[in-house]
């Protein structure tokens, strides 16, 4: 299903694990921070309220940190998404780091019970 960011063609909390790799913080000049921030947002609403997003890498082509992540992960805390970023195991023995959301205050999807 072709989709672009910042909207996403898919259900509130239709996926347990939403992951973004080399795209919003890779290209700054798509992806300017108000767009960065309408793009998290949008992960979020896509993922299960007892799911999360894992954005990565955190660094333009260019190898340069995101300035102005503080302010994003400010602007998220004001909408009910907490934020971290993780420090991750690469496999050639650096680490990486990565940004995980999740939805503060929503209540996880009742399943359906499989039961008779």
């Not at 063609?9 to 694990?17: I, M, N, R, V, W």
């Not at 913080?25 to 799911?51: C, K, M």
């Amino acid at each position: 299903m072709a989709a672009a960011l910042p909207r996403l063609p898919f259900a509130d909390g239709a996926f347990a694990l939403t992951l973004s790799g080399y795209l919003l913080f890779a290209y700054p000049e798509l992806f300017g921070s108000e767009r960065q921030l309408a793009a998290l947002i949008e992960l979020v609403r896509v993922t299960a309220a007892d799911g999360e997003v894992r954005v990565q890498p955190l660094h333009d082509g260019r190898g340069r940190r995101c300035g102005h992540l503080d302010r994003l992960r400010y602007a998220l805390g004001g909408r009910r998404i907490a934020s971290e970023v993780r420090q991750v195991p690469d496999g050639d023995g650096r680490t990486r780091r990565v940004l995980v959301l999740r939805a503060v205050g929503r209540h996880p999807r009742r399943r359906p019970s499989s039961r008779l």
